[in-house]
Each structure stands twice: as structure tokens, then as C-alpha cells.
């Protein structure tokens, strides 16, 4: 039987950033993950590190402060994986959110970034607004232009999990988690990996980062452990291979309050996302037809040279990542984004992540981090996080 201090399940980008902060901080760490590193929902959201301009609109302010913060470290520490890039709203004489609303929303946000160089934004002239080739310009009335960030979220998380394997963490793929018994002191758990083989280990503590399988790890869990009551939301993509724009569009929906993103991506266009609630967690998330035809919609009313049809024969890959929300009335849009850490006193050696952005991956890691610490106590760390840089790793983790 083996033993480890901390044991977390699940190999997103938040579970691979809880066994690099969890290594560095002097912990043994264990790493479980049944499929591949970085291949479920972190693989399939938009591709951005930012801020959450939109998240301004219904008041989550620390929180885009806080998206701000880890985009400036970010860009910094992974150079070769997060890249700034530039923004750019179109204002139309329709448009919901007009000229004053964004220019008001781009200042708090350049506020929030602290007045930083990738903090500033401008109004585009408009003898620059071809630049934005194909875009309409009937009823146009500004441009806005503003910073974020975008990378490679698949490879992100594996070089976040190379980061954690290098301070020492024991990082696997293949590993399913079976059962887990929360004992006095310690919980012993089960697994097997893709070969049939039975893992049995003991560990102090469990940190649940299953993503939107948060839950169903739970019922795995002697005795009865009940989860939070969550939603469950879907973000759909489609991929275009079209010429892509010079930078990332932010475009109201003519269809709703959403804002959609078109980002270039790969010498192609990558356009998302959508917000479906959804009953159950599936397995493997698939688009609707409802929301590709929703996405085709918005580009073809912006980019009306464009036929919906002709667009969707320009489609390579359809993808989508299922993330998690607080269950509470009302759309998805208007929801907090805030992630919760979540424990419960019956069962003391098992910790749970619901929600977790791309972005804000280190935060999560560093309030998980501040409970195992309360749990168990100090140890000698072996590095800094925040001075660790991140280069690129390998395709696969030996």
C-alpha cells in the first residue's frame, strides 16, 4: 500500500497547480488522473487569460482584480505560453452597452490592472477600423481597443504539472479513483490504472479537483459524503478554418445580453463561447445544434458577407468544456465565477474545488494550500511559486 501526505484526484489545470503549490510547499503529493493531463475541460475553454471585462456587469469586482493580478504574473512566468494580445469592441447605434458603458467598464478595468502597460485602452480611429477586415461597418459608431491574454490551455496545464513533477510530486495519468474511506486519521483509497492494475494508498488529505465531476467522486466516499448543489454549464466552440482577425473580437449578441468571443487561433478562426444549462454531467460534452447555430448566427450578423451555411462547411473542430456553478435561479450569464473550496467537519481529510478558472489556477491553488497548512501543519518548502517560470513540457509526462 502506498502513502502520501496529499492525494488529489483530478489533472485539470487547477489539480496540476495544487500539486505544484502542494510540492513547493514542502508536502508530499500525489496526483490522479483517468484520462490525460489537461484533457477534458481544461483543454476546451476559449484559450484567454484575462481579467473578465464582462464579469464587471454584475459586480465581481475582487474577482476580475484578481484575474488581472494573475494575467500580469502569468504573462510574465510563461512567456512562451501566455501572449497579450488586443481587444476590440465594435459600438453600433443598436448596441446595449454603449460608448459611456464600455469606456466606463474599460477604466475601472484598467484601474483594477493597476494602471499597468496591458491595462490601457484606447478609441480606435476610424480610418483604422478596415484593419478589422470583414467586419460590418454599417451603424458603426467605436471602436474600442483594450489588452488581455491568450495561450494554450492544454499545454499550460501540462507544464504546470512538469513544474509540480520536478519539485517531487508523483504525477499519473491513466489512474481512476474507485473508492475513498474516510478513517480516524487517515483515508484509504482505491483505484486502478488503464491496465487493470489496483492502486491502494493512504493519505491525510484528498483534494477533490474533478471539475464538474466534483460530485460523483463524492458518492465514492465511506461514509456518505453529499456535495454542494451545483449546475452544471456548457461552453461550446467552433473552429473555422477562415482567415483569422488581428486580434480577439468582443461581440455583443444581437440574440441576447452574452458577449461571444472571436479570437485568432492557429492561422484559424475560433469562435465562443455559449452558456447551456445542462441536467447531468455528461461524459463527453458535444455541442447542440442549438449552439452552433446560435454561434454561426452572431459572426454572420457581424460579418455579413458571411451565409451561415457557407460558414458551417468552414468548420474543423467542434469542441466544449462543462465547468461548474453555485445552483441559484437564473441564466448562467449573471452568475458568480467565484471558485469554492469546500470541506465538511464529518469528513476533515477530504477537500473539494467547485468551479476554478484557467485564469485564476494559482489563487485556487493557494486557498487549498492554506487548508492543508490549517490540517497538517507546516513543512520546509523547496521553492516559491510565485518565481517559478514555466517553459513549455514535453507532449507527454513519462
Not at 483517468?34 to 483543454?43: F, I, K, P, Q
Not at 482577425?245 to 479570437?263: A, K, M, N, Q
Request: aromatic letters at 8%; charged letters at 20%; a neutral charge.
Amino acid at each position: 500500500m502506498g502513502n502520501t501526505e496529499v492525494l488529489v484526484v483530478g489533472g485539470g489545470v487547477v489539480g496540476a497547480g495544487i500539486a505544484q503549490a502542494v510540492a513547493a510547499a514542502g508536502y508530499q503529493v500525489t496526483l490522479w488522473e483517468r484520462a490525460t493531463l489537461g484533457g477534458a475541460t481544461s483543454a476546451n475553454s476559449s484559450k484567454l487569460i484575462h481579467g473578465g471585462l464582462r464579469y464587471l456587469e454584475s459586480g465581481q469586482i475582487s474577482l476580475v482584480k484578481s484575474c488581472l493580478a494573475q494575467r500580469k504574473a502569468l504573462l510574465k512566468l510563461a512567456p512562451d505560453l501566455v501572449q497579450a494580445v488586443p481587444f476590440y469592441i465594435p459600438i453600433y447605434e443598436d448596441s446595449r452597452r454603449g460608448a459611456m458603458t464600455i469606456a466606463a467598464g474599460l477604466s475601472l478595468y484598467a484601474m483594477l490592472a493597476k494602471l499597468e502597460p496591458h491595462g490601457r485602452f484606447q478609441l480606435l480611429p476610424k480610418s483604422q477600423w478596415t484593419t478589422l477586415e470583414g467586419l460590418s461597418q454599417q451603424g458603426l459608431k467605436h471602436v474600442f481597443q483594450y489588452w488581455d491574454a491568450k495561450t494554450n490551455d492544454s499545454k499550460l496545464t501540462r507544464a504546470v504539472a512538469a513544474s509540480a513533477r520536478a519539485l517531487g510530486a508523483d504525477i499519473r495519468e491513466g489512474v481512476n479513483c474507485d473508492a475513498i474511506y474516510q478513517g480516524a486519521r487517515v483515508c484509504q483509497v482505491t483505484g486502478h490504472d488503464c491496465s487493470g492494475n489496483t492502486l491502494e494508498y493512504r493519505a491525510s488529505l484528498i483534494i477533490n479537483a474533478c471539475g464538474p465531476w466534483v460530485n460523483q467522486l463524492l458518492e465514492r466516499v465511506t461514509p456518505r459524503l453529499v456535495g454542494l448543489p451545483i449546475d452544471w454549464v456548457q461552453g461550446s466552440h467552433l473552429l473555422l478554418d477562415i482567415p483569422p482577425p488581428i486580434g480577439v473580437l468582443y461581440l455583443e449578441s444581437h440574440l441576447d445580453e452574452r458577449v461571444v468571443f472571436v479570437i485568432p487561433w492557429e492561422g484559424k478562426t475560433l469562435l465562443g463561447t455559449t452558456e447551456t444549462l445542462l441536467t447531468s454531467t455528461p461524459e463527453a460534452p458535444t455541442i447542440t445544434p442549438q449552439e452552433e447555430d446560435y454561434l454561426l448566427a452572431i459572426y454572420c450578423h457581424y460579418f455579413n458577407d458571411w451565409q451561415a451555411e457557407e460558414l458551417r462547411r468552414s468548420i474543423v473542430q467542434r469542441f466544449c468544456g462543462v465547468r461548474v456553478l453555485p445552483k441559484t435561479m437564473g441564466s448562467a450569464f449573471g452568475r458568480s465565477r467565484e471558485t469554492i473550496v469546500h470541506s465538511q467537519s464529518s469528513h476533515p481529510g477530504i477537500i473539494s474545488v467547485y468551479g476554478g478558472k484557467l485564469t485564476e489556477y494559482r489563487v485556487t491553488a493557494e486557498q487549498v494550500l492554506t487548508q492543508i497548512r490549517q490540517r497538517l501543519g507546516e513543512r520546509e518548502p523547496i521553492a516559491e511559486i510565485a518565481r517559478l517560470s514555466l517553459p513549455l513540457a514535453e507532449d507527454r509526462l513519462n
